[in-house]
């Protein structure tokens, strides 16, 4: 027996502990090799001391209990002299399987309390906030970092007492209860001496006996009296219900965070009646628990069972009078009894969510627009974005990828300052430039699978290579993108990369083994593959045993230990996705879903934004939102960038608003970890962008909240939307969408702060809104993104007696135009299909213009979006062109040069039109042929100058 436990005992280290110890150590090694070993030492020497004082509390009080119960069930002699040894050893083995359940139960307890470090370093490092709730005058630090960590207590300490008893009542009925064998002789039988021969055996008889004595096994109460086991529960009892009452109390603070109410937060009902009655029900069990703990000396149980009674009685009571009051007290003039707390969940949720700062003006659309003006703003012009992203990553994937091993994973918006024409090369001028960027991603399981082997997924196939950028304003004469940044290797005209290798990057999980006997592929050259070694600073050493070994364990990888590619200067490549990477140094902060690309100083950077959170903010109203599904927020900053560098690994976090309650206490909770935004180098602070997972928060919440005046805002009377638009057919709501522009009347936040001949474009991220249940615009929100003024938000509100047109008018007005939507008729024929791009919403000066670009694709596979019109509408004036700059002309009056007129149909190109509406509709049909023929042989240049000619025809 004693072998079998020892065999089990080593089976359980070796598939527990060893596997945890070797995992501390793997991530200790890790967090050396990034820097940040000092994060990790703190959070686990953090969570193994709570771990620890979570076991020990709650296994001894439970196992003192145990002990107590056992005592009080076997009396005061214990075990008597004369009981026999098999008796002791029956109650000691009771005692040890007790132990062990408590031991479970206090190991599963210490785990989730080891899980709590954040709470407690939080509450250790508390900042206060600047403001304090309305109702108990409490620092709003006190919700965000203090009573968590207070109910955490109380729960943990509920669940030991809870569980004490429990085990107390086990151990007081099993050492109470003892088991005796008993045998009871059979009775004198009638039966014959010959009856009892002819018995089979089976019976217990036979020829050779009589009937078998019969053994009973019978339970006998063998423990003291139930007295000695009453003081042990009453003092059990008394702490529960001293819990209790702490938890009540606090539970007055959560009704500042009660929803379901005209108000989210404390209500009248909820101040009025709800609040004292938890104060009185709070001490109700604290006088319940000071009675049980009398009850030891005055052995009185009827005041507990009073007290209990009244506990009921006064919750109950408490119930009716809070229904009465909100039936017959509120509801009939709930305004009037609301309107003080609706204040208060207007001004809590503005300022929780940064929306108490966004500087509002009014904007009064004009239709005054020249081609002087457009000329004027031909920054904002120059930079109208035409390529949509979702068919632009299509077009990258057919031109760019060169391999199925490579993926563009995502198109970012970003925007830099080059010279990008001869004019300003020669004269050392840059120009202001929105560009569209993607980095060639490697995607190993893109490989055929019989190429899917170790080697080539961990030390072959090892980084992407390069990225692609193009501007959004700029298309080649066959509606493709025009390249800044192309090819492999990269090449450009305008920026240098000197290191485009991705070691790290947005779809890059698996691990990968530098610096083996096994060449990496850098890239492909035509037929052959270009190989190189891995020369950066990332990675964890994989020199010993001991680490291959923990690697392995980690992994569950054997090739890391055996493999003879490997050397004992390879290095690990781990937590290779950036979001990954940064959540494992930073778990307690929250990240925005869309990091982005920025080429800098000739190498390849990444750039997250990262948030402080919390749910604990008073009367503010809370959202659920992609990725912070556990516990969803209401309260939000977006206090740090990250910046992770392509091809070293390394991550540093910058803190851009240091007046964040949060973040300084993480500040100082981690004093090596955050750093000032001033440190992080300028050319990558040029490239810092408002983020769109704060800025769609915010734009839900202020689509509501813009209404502060409690009347409005109660009777619900001027909700904004999102509006939608038209994508693939169906309508969707619009996404929030960068652009380059002049902020209209002012730049830093302050009506008419400035001329307009002063103002200068910027980067912006802006939405439209319009009202619940109407089309037409309201109003637009804007985030500013460059310095000084990163972070400003401004709102524009339209006058609600004038109409300006929203997306979706403008997309009924595009259906209704006969010969655009005669044109998108004849392109969405079979083995074609048309896309409509993002309808841009551009205010300029105090105008409005749209913009929509329109897409022609074939529907088969492999698919080249090629971008083909451009439709602008302003005012009561729309138009479809080839270009922008011709639908703009068209718009506002410029000289244009007459196209030249398409000729015979025999081939496309050639001059004349036919006169007549019958030879019209002849080569109509003939053009439409030969473009069915162009597209079914995959030329969809020779597809497309048939349609124009079609166009040319039909305005003709």
């Not at 109910?151 to 109470?176: P, T, W």
């Not at 689509?703 to 904004?720: G, L």
Request: glycine letters at 8%; charged letters at 20%; aromatic letters at 12%.
């Amino acid at each position: 027996m004693k072998l079998a436990n020892v065999v089990i005992g080593v089976i359980l280290f070796l598939v527990i502990v060893v596997p945890i110890v070797l995992g501390i150590f793997g991530d200790l090694w890790w967090f050396e090799a990034v820097g940040y070993d000092a994060v990790f030492v703190k959070v686990l020497l953090t969570s193994i001391m709570l771990g620890i004082g979570a076991f020990v509390a709650f296994f001894v009080v439970s196992y003192a209990c145990i002990r107590i119960a056992k005592r009080a069930a076997l009396g005061k002699s214990k075990v008597s002299k004369s009981n026999s040894r098999g008796k002791q050893k029956a109650i000691s083995e009771k005692t040890r399987i007790l132990a062990i359940i408590a031991a479970i139960a206090a190991f599963v307890s210490a785990i989730s309390m080891a899980g709590q470090w954040e709470a407690v370093l939080k509450y250790t490092n508390y900042t206060a906030f600047a403001a304090s709730d309305p109702v108990f005058g409490m620092n709003i630090g006190f919700y965000a970092f203090t009573l968590p960590l207070y109910s955490i207590i109380l729960n943990f300490l509920l669940a030991i007492f809870v569980f004490s008893v429990v085990i107390s009542l086990i151990s007081y009925v099993i050492h109470s209860v003892g088991f005796k064998l008993e045998t009871q002789e059979p009775e004198e039988s009638d039966e014959t001496d010959s009856e009892k021969e002819s018995r089979p055996d089976f019976f217990f008889g036979g020829p050779f006996g009589g009937a078998r004595p019969q053994r009973n096994l019978k339970m006998k109460w063998s423990g003291g009296s139930w007295q000695r086991f009453v003081p042990l529960v009453s003092i059990l009892l008394f702490l529960i219900f001293m819990v209790i009452a702490g938890q009540i109390w606090l539970a007055q603070y959560g009704l500042l965070f009660a929803g379901g109410g005209a108000v989210y937060g404390a209500g009248y009902t909820d101040v009025n009646v709800t609040l004292p009655l938890l104060n009185i029900l709070s001490i109700v069990s604290f006088v319940i628990g000071i009675l049980f703990l009398a009850n030891i000396r005055i052995k009185k149980s009827r005041f507990i069972r009073d007290g209990i009674v009244a506990f009921v009685v006064i919750a109950v009571l408490g119930l009716i009078v809070s229904g009465a009051v909100q039936a017959l007290i509120v509801r009939p003039n709930e305004f009037n009894a609301e309107k003080p707390y609706i204040e208060r969940n207007i001004q809590g949720t503005l300022a929780a969510y940064g929306l108490d700062k966004a500087m509002e003006e009014s904007f009064s659309v004009g239709y005054d627009l020249t081609a002087d003006d457009i000329s004027e703003n031909s920054a904002t012009i120059g930079n109208i974005r035409l390529w949509d992203w979702r068919p632009l990553q299509q077009t990258y994937s057919q031109l760019q990828l060169f391999r199925t091993y490579y993926d563009f994973n995502d198109v970012d918006i970003d925007r830099y300052s080059l010279s990008t024409n001869t004019t300003n090369m020669a004269n050392g001028e840059q120009e202001y430039k929105q560009v569209l960027v993607s980095p060639r991603e490697m995607n190993t399981d893109e490989l055929p699978s019989q190429a899917q082997s170790w080697v080539n997924k961990h030390l072959v196939y090892t980084h992407g290579y390069g990225a692609v950028m193009n501007p959004v304003d700029e298309v080649s004469s066959e509606g493709l993108p025009v390249f800044y940044v192309k090819d492999l290797p990269p090449s450009s005209d305008y920026l240098t990369i000197d290191q485009p290798r991705i070691y790290y990057g947005e779809s890059t999980d698996d691990y990968v083994v530098t610096g083996t006997d096994t060449n990496e592929l850098d890239y492909p050259s035509g037929d052959e593959n270009i190989f190189t070694p891995y020369e950066g600073t990332g990675g964890v050493g994989l020199s010993g045993l001991a680490r291959r070994l923990t690697y392995a364990v980690k992994f569950r990888s054997i090739e890391l230990l055996v493999s003879g590619s490997i050397q004992s200067d390879s290095k690990l490549l781990m937590h290779r996705s950036i979001t990954d990477r940064a959540s494992t140094i930073a778990p307690f902060l929250s990240y925005d879903p869309d990091p982005y690309m920025v080429i800098s100083e000739g190498k390849l950077y990444w750039i997250m934004d990262a948030y402080t959170t919390t749910y604990m903010y008073p009367y503010s109203e809370p959202v659920m939102v992609r990725g912070f599904e556990k516990s969803g927020l209401n309260y939000i900053r977006n206090s740090v960038k990250v910046v992770v560098d392509a091809y070293n690994g390394d991550v540093r976090f910058y803190v851009i608003d240091s007046t964040d309650p949060i973040v300084q206490t993480y500040q100082k909770m981690f004093p090596k970890l955050l750093h000032d935004f001033e440190q992080m180098p300028g050319d990558l602070k040029q490239h810092i962008r408002y983020p769109e997972g704060l800025f769609n928060i915010q734009s839900l919440i202020y689509s509501t909240y813009h209404m502060k005046n409690p009347q409005v805002f109660y009777n619900k009377e001027d909700v904004w939307v999102i509006p939608d638009e038209i994508y693939r057919g169906s309508r969707q709501p619009m996404q929030p969408y960068y652009v380059i522009m002049k902020l209209p009347d002012s730049t830093d936040g302050q009506t008419q702060a400035e001329p307009a001949s002063s103002r200068q474009e910027e980067f912006i991220l802006m939405i439209p809104f319009t009202p619940k249940g109407k089309e037409n615009l309201i109003g637009w929100m804007a985030a500013r993104s460059d310095q000084p003024n990163y972070g400003s938000l401004l709102v524009y509100k339209f006058s609600k007696q004038e109409l300006t047109y929203g997306p979706m008018q403008i997309e009924a007005r595009i259906d209704q135009d006969p010969d655009i939507s005669q044109l998108i008729t004849l392109w969405s024929q079979s083995g074609s299909d048309v896309l409509r791009g993002n309808t841009l919403v551009i205010p300029i000066e105090n105008s409005i213009l749209y913009v929509e670009p329109l897409y022609l694709e074939a529907t088969e596979r492999g698919t080249l979006p090629q971008l083909q019109r451009v439709v602008v509408a302003y005012g009561d004036r729309l138009t479809m062109q080839d270009t922008l700059q011709e639908a703009l002309d068209v718009i506002f009056g410029a000289a244009t040069t007459p196209p030249e007129e398409p000729g015979e149909p025999g081939e496309p190109g050639e001059p004349g039109l036919p006169a007549s509406a019958e030879e019209k509709l002849v080569q109509i049909t003939e053009l439409f042929q030969k473009a069915q023929d162009a597209l079914a042989a995959g030329n969809l240049g020779l597809y497309q100058q048939y349609i124009d000619q079609i166009g040319e025809l039909a305005k003709g």
